[in-house]
C-alpha cells in the first residue's frame, strides 16, 4: 500500500444540504462512523459546518482510490509534482456539488470543494512521486 492514511474536509454554511453532504463523504469514504462534524460560527456569527474524514484502513484505502478513478485521473497524475508537498502529502480538491451525486470531479479552488490529503509511504530509496503515480495508475 502506498498510502499512510487520507484526510477529507468539506466546509458546508448553515444553508446547504447537510444531511446530502454527509452521505457523498460517508460514499466517498466507505465508512459513515467515521464521519466527524464540527458546527461552529462565522465571524459574522453564521452557522458553519466542517466535515472531516480519516481513512486508515487498507480495505477503505483502496476502495477510495478506485473511487478517483472514476474521475479525470489523468489530469492529476500529469500534475502530480506540483502536488506533493515537502512531507510527501498529496493534495487535490474534489467538486462538492458533483461528489454529492456520487461522481468524482477533480477541480481548482474557485468551486465549492472537499479537500484531500493522502499521505504517501516513502521508505529510504524510493521517490515519493513514482510511488503514488504507479499505484494511482493501477501498477501496484
Known amino acids: 500500500m502506498a498510502i499512510h492514511h487520507i484526510n477529507c474536509r468539506a466546509t458546508a454554511s448553515g ?18 462512523d467515521q464521519i466527524m462534524v464540527d458546527q461552529t460560527t462565522s465571524y ?3 452557522i458553519i ?4 474524514v480519516k481513512i486508515e484502513k ?7 482510490t478506485e473511487k478517483l478513478r472514476l474521475g479525470d485521473l489523468d489530469q492529476i497524475i500529469q500534475g502530480i509534482s506540483e ?7 498529496l493534495h ?9 451525486n456520487q ?3 477533480f477541480i481548482t479552488s474557485n468551486k465549492k470543494s472537499v479537500k484531500c490529503t493522502m499521505k504517501i509511504k516513502v521508505y529510504p530509496g524510493q521517490d515519493p512521486i ?3 503515480t504507479q499505484y494511482l495508475s493501477g501498477q501496484h
Open 15 to 32: 444553508l446547504d444540504n447537510l444531511a446530502a453532504i454527509f452521505d457523498s463523504m460517508a460514499w466517498l469514504s466507505g465508512d459513515k
Open 44 to 46: 459574522h456569527g453564521s
Open 49 to 52: 459546518n466542517i466535515v472531516t
Open 58 to 64: 487498507n480495505r477503505q484505502i483502496k476502495q477510495f
Open 83 to 89: 502536488r506533493i508537498d515537502d512531507s510527501n502529502t
Open 92 to 100: 487535490l480538491r474534489l467538486c462538492l456539488d458533483s461528489l454529492v
Open 103 to 105: 461522481q468524482i470531479e
Open 130 to 132: 513514482d510511488n503514488i
